[in-house]
């Protein structure tokens, strides 16, 4: 990164973009603070909304409340989820105009770097942006494009200096700014869109060091995070209700398409829905279906906008079942009287191949970095989806001698991106 070119005055942002929510921090002479991006908090929801009826826009906590309270307008969450794939090119409707992708998540990031500018009360050229170990699995050129796009879209906000580092690097550089002695530290991230994993030779000594290529052994990720687990406990125990895999009137031994239940149960699609070319697809489904009153329940949600509200209390019910074997739920604004009961074991059951496939993810990165398991010292765990008992016990299985070490879920790889900032550009 070029920063002698860069004036004192303007500050280094580090931000973490995250699926489900963001962070910005700025390295300070006293070390990496997280900047209150929304109220006193220094998380935000990555979610906007496009407030039709007040003629803005809202961000966060605020956008969510918005949307909740009714509304009129859009809202849009997971746009992480969007880079790398065909959606970044489309656009969708908010009111009586078309708004790229792109755009939206170039909308979010400038709301970002307002905020902490005005916090700061200066200006920001220079972003350290964290990045998944893959934001498409292993696709170096859909992977590639993607971190393109957000380049591109962070110039686009102002930045004139983009530089990327892996979000479980930070996590481990989080994570070492607490270590007393050199340990092989195995750190995983597993957030809202992708679980990241890393091996770290973790250093006191080396801390600061700008150059730690040598003690990064390996790097893995897989593009599975908490968006996937509550998709999965959608499709298996909500959306069977409002009648998916039921079947045709006419062909009893075949099911009702499945697409508009994937794009309701997928954070990052349930906007797709709106327009008039999927209701009248949803329509068209209710005549083909045997049983007519679970599709009515389909089209009630997508013509109340309702798919967010939905999506969010099956991640609550997925929030709960962490620390609680049973948890129930209630639709009434999917139908009189509704409610959906969900127990640990199914919810376990429906994610045992994601919840799998993260720990694949963990061996093929001991594999790679060609070292035993009983090599590993400490297992590090950050991200939200690793409050998931199931996760966390299928990680832990991966490295059993392995000590457990956890900081902050939700701040970790954005203090580590900030420390990482203050290597690269130093505390302005
Ligand atoms: N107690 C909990 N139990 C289970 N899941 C949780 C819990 N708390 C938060 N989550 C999930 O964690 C995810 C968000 O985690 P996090 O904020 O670390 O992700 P992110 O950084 O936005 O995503 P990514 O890093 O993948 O882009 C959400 O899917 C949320 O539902
Ligand atoms: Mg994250």
New binding site residues.
């Given amino acids: 990164m070029p920063h002698q070119t860069r004036s004192p005055k303007d500050a280094i942002l580090a931000i973490?973009?995250?699926?489900?929510?963001?962070t910005v921090g700025h390295p300070t002479a006293a070390g990496p603070a997280l900047l209150a991006v929304e109220d006193d908090h220094v998380?935000i929801p990555?979610a906007i909304f496009f407030n039709i009826e007040e003629e803005r826009m809202q961000f966060g906590r605020d956008a969510i409340a918005a949307y909740t309270r009714h509304y009129e307008g859009r809202l849009l969450r997971a746009l992480?989820s969007v880079l790398g794939s065909a959606l970044i090119d489309e656009t969708t409707a908010v009111g009586n105009h078309r708004i790229a992708f792109r755009d939206i998540i170039g909308l979010f990031l400038h709301h970002l770097k307002a905020t902490a500018e005005a916090q700061l009360g200066r200006a920001s050229e220079a972003v350290i942006l964290?990045r998944?170990v893959w934001f498409v699995d292993n696709d170096a050129m859909r992977d590639q494009a993607a971190q393109d796009q957000l380049a591109a879209i962070a110039r686009s906000c102002g930045f004139k200096h983009v530089e990327f580092q892996y979000?479980p690097i930070a996590a481990a550089l989080d994570y070492e700014s607490r270590v007393r002695r050199e340990e092989l530290a195995l750190i995983a991230?597993?957030?809202?869109?992708?679980?990241?994993i890393s091996i770290v030779r973790v250093s006191p000594a080396r801390h600061l060091q700008a150059d730690r290529k040598a003690d990064v052994l390996a790097n893995a990720g897989v593009h599975i995070?908490?968006?996937e687990?509550?998709k999965r406990l959608s499709l298996r125990q909500v959306m069977p209700h409002l009648g998916y895999k039921s079947p045709l009137r006419e062909h009893p031994t075949r099911e009702l398409p499945a697409a508009p239940y994937f794009d309701l149960a997928t954070w990052h699609r349930i906007a797709l829905l709106n327009g008039n070319g999927p209701a009248s697809f949803l329509k068209d489904m209710q005549h083909m279906a045997a049983q007519p009153a679970l599709v009515h329940r389909l089209l009630r949600v997508v013509r109340e906008r309702s798919g967010h509200l939905l999506a969010g209390d099956v991640?609550q019910a997925?929030?709960a079942?962490?620390?609680n074997a049973r948890a129930t739920l209630a639709l009434p604004y999917v139908d009189d009287g509704l409610a959906i009961e969900f127990s640990r074991p199914d919810f376990e059951a429906a994610t045992a191949d994601e919840t799998e496939q993260i720990a694949a993810s963990i061996r093929d990165c001991l594999c790679q970095a060609g070292v035993a398991a009983t090599a590993i010292n400490t297992l590090f765990l950050?991200?939200?989806?690793s409050?998931?008992p199931a996760v966390r016990a299928a990680c832990q299985a991966t490295v059993p001698q392995a000590r457990l070490a956890e900081g902050d879920?939700?701040g970790s790889?954005g203090l580590g991106l900030t420390i990482h900032a203050g290597v690269v550009g130093g505390a302005r």
């Fill in positions: 973490d973009f995250g699926t489900s929510n963001s998380t990555s992480k964290g998944p979000e991230d597993l957030g809202g869109g992708t679980a990241d995070g908490g968006t687990y509550d991640e997925k929030i079942l962490s620390d950050t991200g939200g989806t409050a998931i879920r939700f790889v």
